[in-house]
C-alpha cells in the first residue's frame, strides 16, 4: 500500500468567521475558490499544528493532489484494542491528557505498526488511518495486526463473541465496498462506473461461529477482521462468492479466482501451516522462496496466497475431514478484491507528454495574448476609449488567443477511436491509454493462450525403461473421458498411476473441471475419478475396475516451485503409500536419484523443446510401511527427495492461425515484439521461431546468469544455442547488429537486475524471449523495459499476466473474466490481432489530436490575428459574428474531424507524440505565417481601392468594410486550415472517406460562398456585414483564399513528406538523442562493433573456456 504524506490543522473559530465573511463581499466568488482548490480555504480557517493535535489532516494521494479529511476519534473497549492489534503493541495505547509531541512538517505513513494511539482515525481515499504515538503519524488499518503468526490464527478458531464483534465493527467499519456513483449524466459518458457497480455488489448470508452461542448466519457486511466463518457445505452454499480475505484453518477448497486474475483454471486453497492437524502446506525453504516452519511464521497473503480465500472468488468445493472454516483477516477496501476497485476508481495516471505539451503552448498563448494586450492599449488610446471598454477588449483578446475548448478538442479522436474499438470487441476503460497506443514501440506477448491456443493436445509418454529413455508412445490426438486411449505398447504401472493422480482436477456437478492440461493428461489413461470420502480428496478408478487409488495429500502446482506432488494409497495393497510429483522436467530430475536420470535425459528434452513441444517430467517412490499413520505430517522435503524419474509427458501446442500475420505486421510498423512465458525456455525458443518473433537463419544466443552462492561471484554467460555459425569473439556470419537475438530464463532475469544492471540494459535492446518467468517477474521486466523510455503494450490471457498488464503502458486483456476491467484494455476475439488493431486507432486517434490541435491552435491566432487588425480601425467582430464562427464554424469541424478512421495496413513511420516537435512547430509556424499575410494582403487589397473609407472616420465600429472582409476571409482560412490537416496520411485514411465532414465542408462553402457574393439583407443584418461597392473585389477575395489554400497544402504536404521527416531527426536527434533508449543503442553498437557479446562454449556441446564475466569485473569496470 502507498504511503501518503499527512500534515496537521486545527480550526481557528476566528478565522472560521472571515473564511465566511469573505462570501458577501465577493459576490460568491470565494466560496467557488474554495471549491476549485479546497486547500486554499484549509490554510484560510485552520492553523498548522502536529498531528496529535489535529482536527484536519491534508493528505497527499498517490496522483500528486491534496484531499482533505477530517479526523475522527472513537471510544473502543481497552480488550478489543488489546485483540487486535496484540500485547506487543498496547502499551502506548492510550495518549496521556495534555502531552505533547514534536511533529516535523511532513510525516510519513508506514506499513507496520509497533504501538497504535487511542483511537483517532480518518478515512482517505476508502482507506482508514489510526494515530499512533510511538511513530507519531496516522498508520494504515488493514485487518489484523501484521504480527500475528499462522499458530495465532488457529488460535481464533472459536470465534468471536457479540461484544467483540459490535467493537471490531466500531473499529473497522462495514465490510463493504461502496463505489461512488456520478450523476446520470456522467454516467451517460462514464460506462466504467456502471461496470464497477456492478462488479462490486455483494449481499450474501454468511455462518460465522461465535464463542458464546455457536454458528450464526449474519449479512457479510458485518463481518470484521477474526470472525471465523464456516464454509461446511451444510451451512454454506456452493458457487457462493466470498465477501472477506480469510485464511483457511482446515479443510481444503476449490476457489474460483477468474473475477480478480482472469484465470479460468479453478484453484486449490490448502488449511494454514501450524494447525493441529500439521502442515499440509508444507513448508519449503527454496532459493527464491521465502519460508519458515510451519505456525511460526509470520501470516501474510501474499506468502499464504495458497492458504488464503480471497474476496470475490467464488466457492466451488469442499474436501477433508474436518469442516472447512477461515479467519476473516480483511474487509472492504483493505480486501484483494477492495484494492483492484481502488487501482479502477484511481488508476495509475500514464505519463503522457502529449497533454503536457499542450499546457505549455497554452503558456504560450497566454503570454501571445498578453502581447496582444500590450498592442491593444497602444491602439486603442488613439480612439480615447474608456477604461471599461479597454478592459472589457484585452479580455476578449485573452479569451480568443487562450481556447478553453482546447483541453476538450483534443479528446475527440479518443473517444471516437473508443467507438469504433468497441463495435470491434475491444473495450476500453482508460480513455488517455488510446492515445498511448498510438506510441507503441515494444509489444510483449504471454505464449500459452495468447500466441498458442488455449487447449494442449497430448502427443504421447517417453518413459524410462532399463535407465534410458524410450521412444515417444503416441496416444489418439482426440478423444473423450469414456473412450479408450489406444496406446501402440504398454507404459509402465507406475507412470500411469502418476498420469492418474497427480493432477488437481475435481467433480464440479458430475463432471470434471480444473487445468486443461491436467484433463488431456487423464484423458491419456483409462482413469476415472469418483468424490472423496472422509480424509481422501479424491479416488482414482483404471477402466476395467481392477485399480484404485486414494489420493490422501496433495501438494498443487505452483509457478514458483514449478511443480506439484501428490501421495496417494492403494486399498488393494494394504500399506502401499506412493507420492508422485509433476513439473517442469528440467526442476523435477533435481529430486531424483542421480541414477535414475538417464544420460541422455537432457539431448532428448531438448529435442522436443526445440521442436516446440511442451513437456512435462513425472517422478515418483514408494514411502515405508510405517508413514501411513504420519501421512498428514510428513514434511514435504522427506516427501520429494530419492524420487524414481518415471518419464516424459509430450504436448503440443499449435500457434493461433492469426498470431504470425500479427506479428509480421508489427515487425513491419516498426513495433519490436518479444515473448514473455513461464514455459521451458527451448520451447519457448521454437514457437518464438515458428511465429517469426526470431527470424528464420538468424541466431539466438543464450543469456546464462547466475546468482553468488556460497562465497562465488555472480557471473553471466552468452552461449550460442547452436553451432551453425561460426562466431569470433561475438562477430562473424550471423551475429551482425540486430540480426541475433537473446533469450533467457528467470533466474538469469533477476541475476542480470540484481547484479548486472548494465548487461541487463544491453540485454533487454536485444532480447526477444524471456522464458521461465514467474508473474512478479513478468511486471518487472516490463518496469525495465519502461526505465530505457520504451512505451510498452503487454497482452496476456491469465492471471500470471496481471501484473504486467496493469504495469504496461497498453494492456490488453483477452480473458472475458471481471478481472480484466482493471486492465486498460479487454479483448472478446481471443487472438492477438486486436494488437494491430488497436496500435491503428491509438496511431489514428494521435494523429487526429495532433491535427485538431493544430487546428484550434490556428483558429485562435486567425481570430486574433483578425481581432488586432480590426482594433486598428476602432473595430471588432460583432457577437454574431462570433457566434457563427464557433458554433456554427469551429465546433462542427472539430467535433467531425476526429471521425478519420484508421488506414487498414500499419505504416512503418510512427507518429510523433509531441506537440513541441520541431515539424510540428514548424509547420504550425508556416501556416500561421500565411494566414497573416494573406489577411494583410487582403487589407492592402481594400485600401487599393476607391470607395473604400476607413471605419473610424464614418463612425461605424463594427458594420464596416474592414470587418466584412476580414470576417469573409478568415471563415475562409478556417476551412482551407480543416481541409489541409484532414488531407489524410500514413495512419488515417483520405479526407473523402470521412463522409460527414466532407458533407459539413461542403455545406459551409456553399454557405460562405452565398455570404461572399451578396447574402439577402436580413442575413447581412444579422451578421453585421456590409456590401462592397463592386464584384471584383469579392473575386479578389475569393482569389486570396484559393491561393491560401494550395500554399498550406503545399506546406503541409512537405512537412509530412518522409525527406523533410528524415531531414528533421538529421539536425535535431542523431546527434543527441533525447530518448534514453536511443542513447543506450547507440552504445550498444559501439560495443557490439568491439566484439560484445562475448561467446562462451555452446550450449549443446563443449568448447574451449572462455572468461565468465563475474559481478566482480563489472563493478571494476564500472568504476573505471
Not at 88 to 113: A, C, K, P, Q, R
Not at 403 to 418: C, E, F, I, K, N
Not at 490 to 502: D, F, G, I, K, R
Request: glycine residues 8%.
Amino acid at each position: 500500500m502507498e504511503r501518503p504524506v499527512v500534515e496537521g490543522y486545527r480550526m481557528v473559530r476566528w478565522r472560521r468567521l472571515l473564511h465566511f465573511g469573505l462570501m458577501v463581499p465577493t459576490l460568491g466568488l470565494w466560496w467557488f475558490l474554495v471549491r476549485w482548490w479546497p486547500t486554499l480555504g484549509l490554510r484560510l480557517h485552520s492553523k498548522r499544528c502536529g498531528l496529535h493535535k489535529a482536527d484536519t489532516v491534508l493528505v497527499e494521494g498517490e496522483d500528486g493532489q491534496m484531499y482533505i479529511a477530517a479526523v475522527e476519534t472513537k471510544d473502543v473497549d481497552v480488550q478489543t484494542l488489546r485483540q487486535v492489534f496484540g500485547d506487543h503493541e498496547f502499551n502506548d495505547l492510550i495518549l496521556e491528557e495534555g502531552e505533547e509531541v514534536e511533529h516535523s512538517e511532513w510525516t510519513m505513513l508506514s506499513s507496520n505498526d509497533e504501538s497504535v494511539d487511542s483511537f483517532r482515525y480518518f478515512d482517505s481515499h476508502h482507506r482508514r488511518y489510526v494515530w499512533s504515538r510511538s511513530q507519531e503519524a496516522y498508520l494504515p488499518l488493514c485487518g489484523l495486526s501484521d504480527r500475528w503468526t499462522c499458530s495465532d490464527l488457529h488460535l481464533m478458531v472459536g470465534g468471536l463473541n457479540q461484544l467483540e464483534r459490535d467493537e471490531r465493527l466500531r473499529i473497522f467499519g462495514e465490510n463493504v465496498i461502496n463505489v461512488p456513483v456520478p450523476s446520470y449524466w456522467h454516467l451517460f459518458v462514464n460506462e466504467q462506473a456502471v461496470a464497477l457497480r456492478d462488479m462490486v455488489k455483494t449481499n450474501v448470508s454468511v455462518c460465522v461461529l461465535r464463542s458464546d452461542g455457536g454458528p450464526e448466519t449474519i449479512p457479510s457486511k458485518f463481518l470484521v477482521p477474526g470472525d471465523v466463518v464456516s464454509l461446511s457445505p451444510s451451512l454454506t452454499s456452493l458457487n457462493t462468492e466470498l465477501s472477506c480475505d480469510a485464511a483457511l484453518l482446515s479443510g481444503l477448497c476449490r476457489m474460483d479466482e477468474s473475477t480478480l486474475t482472469g484465470e479460468s483454471v479453478p484453484v486449490s486453497k490448502l488449511s494454514l501451516p501450524g494447525g493441529a492437524v500439521g502442515d499440509p502446506g508444507g513448508a519449503v525453504k527454496e532459493p527464491g522462496v521465502a519460508s519458515v516452519d510451519g505456525g511460526q511464521m509470520t501470516y501474510s497473503c501474499d506468502t499464504h496466497r495458497r492458504n488464503t480465500l480471497l474476496c470475490g472468488t467464488t466457492l466451488l468445493a469442499t474436501h477433508g475431514s474436518h469442516s472447512p472454516i477461515a479467519v476473516v483477516t480483511r474487509t472492504g477496501f483493505c480486501t484483494t478484491k477492495g484494492e483492484l476497485i481502488c487501482s479502477m476508481i484511481r488508476p495509475r495516471q500514464p505519463n503522457l507528454r502529449f497533454h503536457q505539451d499542450a499546457m505549455k503552448f497554452v503558456l504560450v498563448l497566454a503570454a501571445l495574448a498578453a502581447l496582444g494586450d500590450i498592442y491593444a492599449i497602444v491602439v486603442l488610446n488613439r480612439f480615447h476609449e474608456g477604461p471599461w471598454t479597454l478592459v472589457l477588449k484585452m479580455l476578449d483578446l485573452v479569451t480568443i488567443a487562450v481556447p478553453p475548448a482546447l483541453p476538450a478538442a483534443l479528446t475527440v479522436g479518443s473517444v471516437y477511436a473508443q467507438a469504433r474499438l468497441h463495435k470491434q470487441g475491444i473495450y476500453c476503460v482508460s480513455l488517455p491509454r488510446i492515445n498511448l497506443a498510438g506510441r507503441v514501440q515494444m509489444c510483449c506477448f504471454d505464449k500459452t493462450g495468447t500466441l498458442t491456443s488455449e487447449g494442449l493436445e497430448i502427443c504421447g509418454v517417453v518413459p524410462v525403461e532399463g535407465g534410458e529413455l524410450s521412444e515417444l508412445v503416441p496416444v489418439e490426438k482426440r478423444m473423450s473421458l469414456d473412450q479408450e486411449v489406444p496406446v501402440r505398447r504398454p507404459v509402465t504401472s507406475m507412470l500411469q498411476e502418476a498420469m492418474a493422480t497427480c493432477h488437481d482436477l475435481f467433480l464440479m456437478n458430475g463432471n470434471l473441471a480444473g487445468d486443461p492440461l491436467d484433463l488431456e493428461m487423464l484423458r491419456a489413461t483409462r482413469w476415472m475419478m469418483d468424490e472423496g470420502a472422509e480424509n481422501i480428496i479424491s479416488i482414482m478408478k483404471s477402466q476395467d475396475g481392477k485399480q484404485e487409488l486414494h489420493v490422501l495429500r496433495q501438494f498443487p502446482f505452483s509457478p514458483e516451485l514449478q511443480r506439484m506432488t501428490v501421495i496417494v494409497s492403494s486399498p488393494v495393497q494394504a500399506g502401499l503409500l506412493q507420492v508422485f510429483m509433476k513439473g517442469a522436467p528440467e526442476r523435477v530430475s533435481t529430486f531424483c536419484r542421480p541414477d535414475t536420470v538417464p544420460q541422455c535425459f537432457v539431448d532428448v528434452l531438448r529435442g522436443y523443446t526445440e521442436s516446440g513441444y511442451r513437456v512435462l517430467g513425472l517422478a515418483g517412490k514408494a514411502l515405508t510401511k510405517d508413514s501411513e499413520q504420519q501421512v498428514h505430517s510428513i514434511p514435504r522435503t522427506e516427501l520429494e527427495h530419492e524420487l524414481h524419474l518415471l518419464g516424459l509427458l509430450v504436448f503440443q501446442n499449435p500457434l493461433k492461425e492469426t498470431t504470425s500475420v500479427v506479428i509480421a505486421q508489427l515487425k513491419a510498423s516498426g513495433t519490436r515484439t518479444i515473448m514473455i512465458t513461464g514455459d521451458n525456455l527451448h520451447t519457448a525458443v521454437s514457437v518464438g521461431k515458428l511465429c517469426e518473433i526470431i527470424p528464420a537463419g538468424e541466431p539466438v544466443i543464450v543469456v546464462d546468469a547466475s546468482p553468488s552462492i556460497s562465497g562465488r561471484p555472480a557471473f553471466v554467460n552468452f552461449l550460442p544455442m547452436t553451432q551453425q555459425h561460426t562466431y569470433q569473439n561475438g562477430s562473424g556470419p550471423g551475429l551482425a547488429a540486430d540480426h541475433y537475438h537473446l533469450a533467457m530464463d528467470g533466474r538469469s532475469f533477476s541475476t542480470l537486475r540484481d547484479h548486472f544492471p548494465l548487461v541487463l540494459q544491453k540485454v533487454l535492446l536485444r532480447g526477444s524471449v524471456f522464458a521461465r518467468m514467474e508473474p512478479d517477474q513478468k511486471g518487472q521486466l516490463v518496469q525495465a523495459l519502461q526505465e530505457l523510455e520504451f512505451c510498452v503494450a503487454m497482452c496476456g490471457d491469465g492471471a500470471n499476466d496481471c501484473g504486467a498488464l496493469r504495469m504496461a503502458d497498453v494492456g490488453v486483456s483477452l480473458s472475458d473474466a471481471e478481472a480484466s476491467v482493471a486492465s486498460p484494455f479487454t479483448c472478446g476475439t481471443g487472438d492477438i490481432s486486436c494488437m494491430t488493431t488497436l496500435i491503428r486507432e491509438g496511431r489514428v486517434a494521435l494523429v487526429t489530436s495532433l491535427s485538431v490541435f493544430k487546428f484550434m491552435a490556428t483558429y485562435s491566432i486567425i481570430q486574433f490575428v483578425s481581432v488586432l487588425i480590426l482594433y486598428s480601425f476602432d473595430s471588432n467582430l460583432g457577437d454574431m459574428q462570433f457566434l457563427f464562427i464557433d458554433l456554427c464554424i469551429i465546433t462542427v469541424l472539430v467535433f467531425l474531424m476526429g471521425r478519420s478512421c484508421p488506414t487498414r495496413q500499419l505504416s512503418s513511420r510512427r507518429p510523433t507524440s509531441s506537440l513541441l516537435a520541431p515539424e510540428t512547430l514548424v509547420g504550425l509556424g508556416l501556416h500561421v505565417l500565411l494566414l497573416f499575410v494573406f489577411q494583410i494582403m487582403l487589407i492592402g487589397l481594400l485600401n487599393s481601392r476607391s470607395w473604400y473609407k476607413p471605419s473610424y472616420r464614418n463612425g461605424s465600429h463594427i458594420e464596416s468594410y474592414e470587418n466584412s472582409s476580414i470576417f469573409l476571409l478568415s471563415c475562409w482560412q478556417y476551412l482551407i486550415m480543416a481541409v489541409t490537416l484532414s488531407w489524410g496520411g500514413p495512419h488515417r485514411q483520405a479526407l473523402y472517406y470521412n463522409g460527414l465532414l466532407l458533407f459539413a465542408l461542403l455545406l459551409l462553402l456553399s454557405i460562405l460562398m452565398w455570404l461572399n457574393f451578396g447574402p439577402p439583407a436580413v442575413i447581412a443584418h444579422l451578421l453585421q456585414l456590409k456590401a462592397m461597392p463592386d464584384l471584383p473585389f469579392y473575386a479578389g477575395l475569393l482569389g486570396l483564399a484559393v491561393i491560401n489554400f494550395f500554399l498550406a497544402l503545399f506546406v503541409e504536404m512537405l512537412i509530412r513528406s518522409i525527406m523533410f521527416s528524415h531531414f528533421f531527426k538529421t539536425i535535431c536527434y542523431n546527434r543527441h538523442p533525447k530518448s534514453r533508449n536511443k542513447r543506450l543503442l547507440a552504445e550498444l553498437k559501439l560495443d557490439e562493433a568491439d566484439g560484445w557479446p562475448l561467446l562462451k562454449n555452446a550450449v549443446n556441446a563443449p568448447a574451449p573456456c572462455l572468461p565468465s564475466l563475474t559481478s566482480d569485473s563489472v563493478f571494476e569496470s564500472q568504476h573505471q
